[in-house]
């Protein structure tokens, strides 16, 4: 392997700090109609197709974003944003917010109904009732899909936390999940309703082989929820123990020594859960395992899976999340990625309701990210006949390569072409920053003299604690070996890179070769969403390129959102244009749509992103060309309040989706609801199933 290396501007630039603006918290759920949006500037003629964004707005409780109690604003019901570039000089736009199955039964049981007893609560980023299940809220991400047979391209619309949905894309109703409710296996062996079911937020569909991968997986920690009966019989704790709780929460913040203590403690913590796993099994006779699957779809008939195991025989074992995989022509590519979610965010918080259980835990079990990127790679010349679990057959385990890259990442790409069995990856390494936790009502700002953190910014991401490096590998598929690594920074542009944009197929459909061209969306920097707690959490990280007195300083002086174009090659890894916007700023949901009558070049386009600044929310498009020279035109209406949004797509054209691929809801569901006691059955026949007739 050769040496890393590493390069960055010298200064950063002298901006004064500014407050993160209040719309980047506000959303709305309010679905929206045939709404023409105002344009300023001047809309390009040749820009074309649809733009799909998805967002959480709250829940069937809040009315919206942020949460009244503070809870994560990643948290939510998904709202999709269609932005309609199909008609000459005007942009139109729908939005609808994702309901699933669960949206009714959420809806059925919120405060005040009939079925309050058996409502849903928000634990951490997944929304959870101790009596149905997990909440699939489907808001983070989509997937364009065309198989063989296909007149449009159908869309997707996933989650970490649940099954993919398939969405009509001209009226956004939901119209089926990908694979039925057995084909699925759920992270626990309670028989819930709404099994709790994890997956990839970024499936990868391949047009040449007309093949979508997924990824089901789980942790022994899910199944843990059987041992702890007691949580089922409680609401929530007395008064008095949330008080005492808080007091010792409280403390543990301001005792160095405990903190270092608890520190020291967590190091250890991972084997001694490991071996309480073991104990539990021996006494109770629980499967408690962990298990990857990698599961395929061909758009029309049953799921098919292979379980993943090392060259040791053991399976593979996720620690954090499987937020993206990726497909090349020979191989795909898992990853172990820089995001904490799961069932044991309830075991950390098992009442959401008591604030001071909640800091108390927090402060004892809360462990940064890992500070690398394990990636599992799989021949696809080993995927011969897999398991259908429809069909009840035996599983087909599968070899992977295991490969540790210095340095996390939540989102990664990679080239289709694999010349020599060489995988090229591009991957943004959000470094020391933790996209899972939030701020807290009790959180405290890094600055002396550590006063609470603004209550209007409760529920908001917290600020990254070192500066985001971009890096390109290429690894030899068959042996695991990283043969070439480029990695760079940037001090004005790379701090808190999360969401990005490319051109992801041609104008036939196919996939690119090779990526030569990624945009990239930077969360800044911000005074108030540098908290002490979090910069405790990583003052000792592992790959500090920037000191933490130095990220303290940047952050006071404020270093604004960005947007700009790594190229990437054998040769050089560079970014090649950019643009920071204002104070005050901040940009995400990047989207590249292609030049009507394009060339399929790689910066042959449009970037349209979404922007909030103040209390406004507005649409900006970018020539995907020429960065620098900032937004060409944009969008807004007084109704649209998106607040912050994630991914995105495109697509040429919509359409009543014609496809015949469909599971019944109530036949993906009567197994499991006759398990329910008879009220829950009947909450079902109400409330659920009259929606999916």
Same mark, same amino acid.
């Given at each position: 392997m050769k040496e890393t290396t590493q390069s960055s501007t010298t200064e950063a630039k002298n901006t004064n700090?500014?407050?993160?603006?209040?719309?980047?918290?506000?959303?709305?759920?309010?679905?929206?109609?045939?709404? %023409?949006?105002?344009?300023?500037?001047?809309?390009?003629?040749?820009?074309?197709? @649809?733009?799909?964004?998805?967002?959480?707005?709250?829940?069937?409780?809040?009315?919206?974003?942020?949460?009244?109690?503070?809870?994560?604003?990643?948290?939510?019901?998904?709202?999709?944003?269609?932005?309609?570039?199909?008609?000459?000089?005007?942009?139109?736009?729908?939005?609808?917010?994702?309901?699933?199955?669960?949206?009714?039964?959420d809806k059925a049981t919120r405060l005040g109904s009939m079925y309050a007893k058996y409502r849903f609560r928000n634990h951490g980023l997944l929304r959870f009732s101790l009596s149905l299940g997990?909440?699939?809220?489907?808001?983070?991400?989509?997937?364009?899909?065309?198989?063989?047979?296909?007149?449009?391209?159908?869309?997707l619309v996933t989650y970490d936390a649940g099954r993919p949905y398939e969405i009509d894309t001209q009226t956004l109703e939901v119209v089926t999940p990908v694979g039925a409710n057995l084909e699925w296996r759920a992270e626990t062996q309670l028989k819930f309703p709404f099994q709790p079911i994890f997956s990839t937020a970024h499936p990868a569909f391949d047009a040449h082989t007309n093949r979508m991968f997924t990824v089901n997986y789980g942790r022994s920690a899910g199944n843990f929820l059987e041992t702890l009966?007691?949580?089922?019989?409680?609401? %929530?704790?007395?008064?008095?123990?949330?008080?005492?709780?808080?007091? /010792?929460?409280?403390?543990?913040?301001?005792?160095?020594?405990?903190?270092?203590?608890?520190?020291?403690?967590?190091?250890?913590?991972?084997?001694?859960?490991?071996?309480?796993?073991?104990?539990?099994?021996?006494?109770?006779?629980?499967?408690?395992?962990?298990?990857?699957?990698?599961?395929?779809?061909?758009? /029309?008939?049953n799921l098919e899976r292979w379980k993943l195991i090392l060259p040791d025989g053991s399976p593979v074992r996720i620690e954090q999340t499987m937020h993206q995989i990726g497909v090349t022509q020979d191989y795909v590519v898992l990853m172990d990625t820089a995001f904490k979610t799961g069932l044991e965010q309830i075991i950390n918080n098992p009442f959401p309701e008591n604030k001071g259980v909640e800091r108390c835990l927090r402060n004892i079990l809360t462990r940064p990210v890992s500070p690398d990127s394990t990636i599992y790679i799989v021949r696809r010349a080993d995927l011969k006949v897999g398991q259908c679990p429809a069909s009840a057959q035996q599983e087909v385990e599968v070899l992977v390569?295991?490969?540790?890259?210095?340095?996390?990442?939540? @989102?990664?790409?990679?080239?289709?072409?694999?010349?020599?069995?060489?995988?090229?990856? @591009?991957?943004?390494?959000?470094?020391?920053?933790?996209?899972?936790?939030?701020?807290?009502?009790?959180?405290?700002?890094?600055?002396?003299? @550590?006063n609470p953190v603004p209550s209007r910014l409760?529920?908001?991401?917290?600020?990254?604690?070192?500066?985001?490096?971009?890096?390109?590998?290429?690894?030899?598929?068959?042996?695991?070996?990283?043969?070439?690594?480029?990695?760079?920074?940037?001090?004005?542009?790379?701090?808190?890179?999360?969401?990005?944009?490319?051109?992801?197929?041609?104008?036939?459909?196919?996939?690119l070769g090779q990526i030569k061209d990624i945009y990239w969306t930077s969360f800044?920097?911000?005074?108030?969403?540098?908290?002490?707690?979090?910069?405790?959490?990583? %003052?000792?990280? %592992?790959?500090?390129?920037?000191?933490?007195?130095? /990220?303290?300083?940047?952050?006071?002086?404020?270093?604004?959102?960005?947007?700009f174009r790594l190229h990437t090659s054998d040769e050089s890894l560079y970014i090649a244009d950019s643009f920071q916007f204002p104070e005050g700023y901040m940009v995400s949901s990047p989207q590249f749509v292609p030049y009507l009558d394009g060339?399929?070049?790689?910066?042959?386009?449009?970037?349209?992103?979404?922007? /909030?600044?103040?209390?406004?929310?507005?649409?900006?498009?970018f020539d995907a060309n020429n960065l620098k020279a900032g937004a060409v035109c944009k969008l807004s209406h007084p109704l649209l309040k998106f607040g912050y949004t994630l991914h995105t797509a495109w697509l040429p054209s919509i359409g009543l989706r014609t496809a015949n691929y469909y599971i019944s809801v109530r036949q993906d569901?009567?197994?499991?609801?006759?398990?329910?006691?008879?009220?829950?059955?009947?909450?079902?026949?109400?409330?659920?199933?009259?929606h999916f007739a």
């Open positions: 700090c500014s407050s993160v603006p209040e719309s980047v918290m506000t959303a709305g759920r309010c679905e929206l109609t045939d709404v %023409k949006l105002h344009i300023s500037g001047k809309l390009p003629d040749d820009l074309q197709g @649809h733009v799909f964004i998805v967002g959480p707005v709250g829940d069937v409780n809040s009315g919206g974003l942020p949460y009244p109690n503070g809870d994560s604003v990643l948290n939510g019901d998904g709202m999709i944003y269609r932005l309609d570039f199909d008609c000459q000089g005007e942009v139109g736009l729908k939005s609808r917010i994702v309901k699933p199955p669960c949206y009714f039964a997990a909440r699939n809220d489907l808001n983070t991400a989509f997937l364009p899909i065309r198989f063989r047979d296909d007149s449009e391209e159908r869309l009966p007691f949580i089922y019989g409680l609401d %929530k704790l007395p008064h008095e123990i949330d008080e005492l709780l808080d007091i /010792v929460g409280e403390f543990i913040e301001t005792q160095d020594l405990i903190k270092d203590f608890i520190k020291l403690f967590s190091q250890f913590s991972q084997n001694i859960w490991q071996l309480y796993i073991r104990i539990i099994e021996r006494i109770t006779s629980i499967d408690i395992e962990d298990f990857v699957y990698l599961v395929c779809w061909d758009g /029309v008939g390569h295991r490969v540790v890259i210095p340095l996390e990442a939540a @989102h990664f790409l990679v080239d289709y072409e694999n010349p020599h069995g060489q995988i090229t990856l @591009h991957a943004s390494h959000i470094c020391a920053w933790d996209v899972a936790e939030w701020l807290r009502d009790y959180n405290s700002s890094a600055y002396k003299p @550590h409760n529920g908001m991401e917290q600020d990254e604690m070192d500066i985001s490096r971009m890096g390109r590998y290429v690894i030899d598929g068959e042996s695991g070996q990283i043969i070439k690594s480029q990695v760079i920074s940037d001090l004005n542009l790379t701090w808190g890179v999360g969401l990005y944009a490319y051109l992801d197929r041609l104008s036939s459909g196919m996939p800044g920097l911000w005074r108030e969403l540098l908290t002490k707690f979090i910069c405790d959490l990583y %003052k000792d990280y %592992k790959y500090r390129a920037v000191p933490v007195s130095e /990220v303290l300083h940047l952050a006071e002086q404020g270093i604004p959102a960005s947007l060339n399929d070049g790689s910066t042959d386009g449009y970037i349209v992103c979404a922007v /909030v600044f103040d209390d406004s929310n507005e649409i900006w498009v569901y009567k197994d499991l609801v006759k398990q329910q006691p008879q009220e829950i059955q009947q909450m079902f026949e109400n409330e659920v199933y009259p």
